[in-house]
């Protein structure tokens, strides 16, 4: 079965800092791989997907993840943090066989003036 | 409507009674997802409808818990006989099609259950 494991719960940053949120998964398939972003009464966006194309992959509003298959790895980075991006951040695992998405506990970023 | 619709935004219940949650998936999409989060959890997949296809229940917890999808529209998740440990954020999400990857989640029902 798979899982995703997301080794911090909280990340602290100061405003144009770079970000990581790192993300290790687990499957016997080839997995499809997600990053979600949740803001604060809103609802849960996808940042970013990896479906065995290129292993790096660029999402929306600076975010980019590099799948690392001998790590097994895929973690979450952006140059340079803004106040908007505090929020919470799922790592996501899936495979075809199953399709169902299998969510991990989440990390809170904190962004610091 | 713009978005994924899901009511009540909050619920506070008793323990054993019954309770409803409605959700309003994006117009024309087939695919629609309950999940369920509890504090400090991942989401738990619950239940999946696609089309007219028989729904997938494997991810509910027991037999008090119920969804219903009418076609391609409204789909109801109902829990009887409500326990404390059903407290969670309960999240539907709806996809335009066979492809499961972009999900388009509602903001969820909190649900709690005293």
């Known amino acids: 079965a798979q899982s995703v494991t997301q080794l911090d719960s909280h990340v602290s940053v100061s405003e144009g800092t770079p970000v990581l949120l790192r993300c290790n998964y687990s499957?016997?398939?080839?997995?499809?791989l997600f990053w979600y972003v949740q803001h604060p009464n809103k609802g849960l966006q996808l940042l970013l997907k990896y479906t065995s194309a290129a292993t790096l992959v660029k999402g929306i509003n600076g975010f980019e993840a590099e799948f690392k298959k001998s790590e097994t790895s895929f973690h979450l980075t952006k140059p340079s943090a803004h106040m908007s991006d505090a929020a919470e951040y799922f790592c996501v695992v899936s495979d075809r066989r199953f399709q169902k998405l299998v969510f991990g506990t989440g990390t809170r970023l904190l962004v610091s003036p | 409507g713009a978005g994924v619709s899901q009511s009540p935004s909050n619920k506070v219940t008793e323990k054993g009674k019954d309770v409803e949650l409605r959700c309003d998936p994006i117009s024309g999409h087939t695919a629609l997802y309950w999940y369920r989060q509890r504090l400090g959890q991942g989401l738990e997949f619950l239940i999946y409808?696609?089309?007219?296809?028989?729904?997938?229940k494997s991810g509910l917890p027991s037999d008090r818990f119920s969804a219903e999808r009418t076609g391609e529209s409204v789909s109801t998740l109902t829990i009887q006989r409500t326990q404390q440990e059903d407290s969670a954020v309960y999240l539907c999400?709806?996809?335009?099609?066979?492809?499961?990857?972009?999900?388009?989640f509602g903001s969820g029902t909190q649900l709690s259950v005293l």
């Open positions: 499957s016997s398939y080839s997995p499809s």
């Open positions: 999400a709806s996809t335009p099609g066979t492809g499961y990857e972009k999900l388009f």
């Open positions: 409808f696609q089309g007219n296809s028989a729904p997938d």
